[in-house]
C-alpha cells in the first residue's frame, strides 16, 4: 500500500507540474523566434532551416534535454525586397547602416513552414508537431504586418520502465498511460521594419486534459497557454557594428512572469556576441559566426543564479542554421535581431 500512494502522488505531482511550463525552454530563440510565434514564417528571401540542441541544467541527472528543428519559407518565386534601392550589391552587407537607410518594406506575401521538438525529462518525453502558415501585409513603405498560425499534434510519452519500484509489476502502475496524443494550435502576430521589431504569440490554445493513469482519483494535469510577448530595436554605433536590445515576457499561469532582457552586438553581419538575463534564473552568454552565404552557427551558455546553481553547472544550447536559395549570395540576409 505504501509503494502504491507513492506512486499515485507521483502521479499527482506530475499533473501538478503539468499545469505549470510545459513546453521546453530556450536561450537562442534571440535568433529563431519562429520557434515561439507562427508569424514569422516566410519573412526572408531564403528557405531558413535550423537544427538546435539543448542541454538544461548539467550535473542533475534526467534533466531536460531538448531536439529541435524548424523550416520555413516565403511562397512564390518574387524576391521580398525587389525595389532597387533595397537589393544589396552580390557579397555586400545587406544590414550595413547604408543599406539599411535604404530599406523598403516587402510586398504582401505569404510564407509557410515546419517545427518539430522533442524534449526529454527523466521518464517523460513529448513531442510537439506542426505546420505554420502566415501572411505578411505591407502596411507602408518600411513596415510589415505578419499574422501567423501553428496546427499541430503533441505526444506525451511516460517510459514506465524507467521508474524504479519495490516490487515489480506493481498492480499499482497497470492503470498507466504511456502515451497519449493531443491536438496543437498556435497564434502569432509580428510587426517590423529595419531596425525594428515587436510581436506576441500564444502556444497551446487548445484546452487539453493531461493523465497518466486512469484511476479517476488522479486526473488534475491540463495543458495551459503559453504566451510570449517581445519587442527590440536595432541601432548602428558604426558603419558595420550594430546593437540590439531586446525584451522577452513569458507568462504560463500559474507559474511566475518570466522576463528575459537581451542584448546583441553584430559585426558586419558575420560575427556576433550578446547577453541575456533571466529574471531570477540565469545569466546567459551568446555567440555566433556565418561560415559562409549558407551556413552559420550559434552557441550559448547559461549561468545559472537560481537555487539550482549549487546543484548544476548551467545549461548548453547549440544551434546550426542552413540558408537555402541565397539569391544574394551574401554571408546571411537574416535579420541580426
Request: charged share 15%.
Amino acid at each position: 500500500m505504501r509503494v502504491r500512494a507513492y506512486i499515485f502522488s507521483f502521479f499527482l505531482l506530475l499533473s501538478v507540474d503539468l499545469c505549470a511550463q510545459q513546453r521546453p525552454q530556450y536561450t537562442q530563440y534571440i535568433f529563431n523566434n519562429y520557434l515561439l510565434n507562427p508569424a514569422l514564417s516566410g519573412m526572408e528571401n531564403y528557405t531558413d532551416l535550423k537544427f538546435g540542441y539543448r542541454k538544461q541544467w548539467t550535473g542533475i541527472q534526467d534533466a531536460p534535454k531538448t531536439t529541435f528543428f524548424s523550416a520555413n519559407l516565403a511562397l512564390g518565386d518574387q524576391y521580398l525586397w525587389r525595389n532597387a534601392l533595397s537589393l544589396p550589391e552580390k557579397g555586400e552587407d545587406p544590414m550595413s547602416r547604408n543599406y539599411m537607410q535604404n530599406y523598403t518594406s516587402s510586398p504582401s506575401h505569404h510564407g509557410i513552414g515546419i517545427v518539430a521538438v522533442l524534449d526529454d525529462v527523466g521518464p517523460l518525453s513529448r513531442l510537439d508537431a506542426g505546420l505554420t502558415y502566415a501572411y505578411h501585409l505591407q502596411v507602408n513603405n518600411s513596415l510589415n504586418f505578419s499574422v501567423g498560425i501553428l496546427a499541430g499534434i503533441s505526444r506525451i510519452g511516460l517510459d514506465v520502465n524507467a521508474l524504479e519500484f519495490e516490487v515489480q509489476n506493481d498492480p499499482a502502475i497497470q492503470n498507466t498511460i504511456v502515451s497519449q496524443i493531443k491536438p496543437d494550435l498556435g497564434l502569432g502576430v509580428w510587426l517590423y521594419g529595419a531596425n525594428f521589431f515587436a510581436g506576441a504569440s500564444v502556444q497551446q490554445i487548445l484546452p487539453q486534459k493531461l493523465s497518466f493513469t486512469s484511476d479517476p482519483n488522479y486526473t488534475a494535469g491540463k495543458e495551459v497557454p503559453h504566451l510570449f510577448v517581445t519587442t527590440g530595436y536595432r541601432f548602428f554605433v558604426a558603419e558595420d557594428i550594430a546593437l540590439t536590445p531586446s525584451i522577452m515576457v513569458k507568462m504560463v499561469r500559474p507559474t511566475p512572469l518570466s522576463i528575459d532582457a537581451n542584448l546583441k552586438a553584430v559585426f558586419k553581419d558575420r560575427f556576433w556576441l550578446g547577453g541575456s538575463y533571466r529574471k531570477n534564473d540565469s545569466f546567459s552568454a551568446l555567440a555566433g559566426i556565418n561560415i559562409n552565404k549558407t551556413f552559420n552557427v550559434t552557441y550559448s551558455y547559461d549561468f545559472l543564479t537560481s537555487q539550482l546553481n549549487t546543484v548544476s553547472n548551467g545549461s548548453h544550447e547549440i544551434v546550426l542554421g542552413i540558408q537555402l536559395n541565397n539569391v544574394y549570395q551574401v554571408m546571411s540576409h537574416m535579420r541580426m535581431w
